[in-house]
C-alpha cells in the first residue's frame, strides 16, 4: 500500500534554512496530491502545505506562506520542503502525507522528521 | 479557515467501554471529516473518511457519523491499543484544519 520516509530534520538558528525530502515507495506518486503536515511538541496537527500530482498547484497555509516552498520531483518519487526564515515556532515533527486524486483524506503518513530552531 | 471543535479533550475509560468523541465544525463540510488515530511518538493513522467510511484494515469496533455540522466517532468494545489521541479533519476547503484532540486515557 506504500511507504513515505521523511529526511532532512535537524537544529538549525532562527533565520536560517532547511530542506525536507520525503521519498515515496509501493505505489503511483504522481496520481496523489502530497501535503506536509506538522506537530509542534505537545501540540496539535497543522497542515501546511499540499501540492497536486503534477506539481502545477500549490498551496500555503498563513503560517509559513512566503518562507516554505513546497516541490516534487515525480520521476524520484519524492516530494521536499524548502524551509527559509524559520523561527522558533516552527519546531515540529514534520510529516508528510498522501491523499489520493479521488479521496481529500491522509491515507499513509510517513514517520515524521523533527525540525529544531534554537539559537 | 473553518473551526473544528473537538471534545472533549481527554476522557478516562476502561477496556470493554464505548466512547464517544464528537467535532463540531464551524461551517457546512458536507460529509469532508475524517478521523485519524495518533500514538504517543508515532505518525498519526486514518481511521475513518468521508465521515462515516472505515479506512482498510480499521477494526469494525471504530465507526463515525453526521448529523449536520457535528461528527462523532465512536469506538464500541475499547480495547487496550486503542488508548490514544484521536483527531478529527475537515477535508472540505484548504487548510484542510485539525480539530485540538481528544486524548482517551486508562481508568
Known amino acids: 500500500q506504500g511507504q513515505l520516509v521523511e529526511s532532512g530534520g535537524g537544529l538549525v538558528k532562527p533565520a536560517g534554512s532547511l530542506r525536507l525530502s520525503c521519498t515515496a515507495s509501493?505505489?503511483?506518486?504522481?496520481?496523489?496530491?502530497m501535503s506536509w503536515i506538522r506537530q509542534a511538541p505537545g501540540k496539535g496537527l497543522e497542515w501546511i502545505s499540499y501540492i497536486s500530482g503534477s506539481g502545477s498547484t500549490a498551496y500555503y497555509a498563513d503560517s509559513v506562506k512566503g518562507r516554505f516552498t513546497i516541490s516534487r520531483d515525480n520521476a524520484k518519487n519524492s516530494l521536499f520542503l524548502q524551509m527559509n526564515s524559520l523561527r522558533a515556532d516552527d519546531t515540529a515533527v514534520y510529516y508528510c502525507?498522501?491523499?489520493?486524486?479521488?479521496?481529500?483524506?491522509?491515507?499513509?503518513w510517513g514517520q515524521g522528521t523533527l525540525v529544531t530552531v534554537s539559537s | 479557515d473553518i473551526q473544528m471543535t473537538q471534545s472533549p479533550s481527554s476522557l478516562s475509560a476502561s477496556v470493554g467501554d464505548r466512547v464517544i468523541i464528537t467535532c463540531r465544525a464551524s461551517h457546512s463540510i458536507s460529509n469532508y471529516l475524517n478521523w485519524y488515530q495518533q500514538k504517543s511518538g508515532k505518525a498519526p493513522k486514518l481511521l475513518i473518511y468521508a465521515a462515516s467510511n472505515l479506512h482498510s484494515g480499521v477494526p469494525s469496533r471504530f465507526s463515525g457519523s453526521r448529523s449536520g455540522t457535528d461528527f462523532t466517532l465512536t469506538i464500541s468494545n475499547l480495547q487496550p491499543e486503542d488508548f490514544a489521541t484521536y483527531y478529527c479533519q475537515q477535508s472540505y476547503t484548504s487548510p484542510g484544519t485539525f480539530g485540538q484532540g481528544t486524548t482517551v486515557e486508562i481508568k
Open positions: 502525507a498522501r491523499t489520493w486524486a479521488s479521496r481529500a483524506d491522509f491515507d499513509l
Open positions: 509501493g505505489f503511483t506518486f504522481s496520481d496523489c496530491y
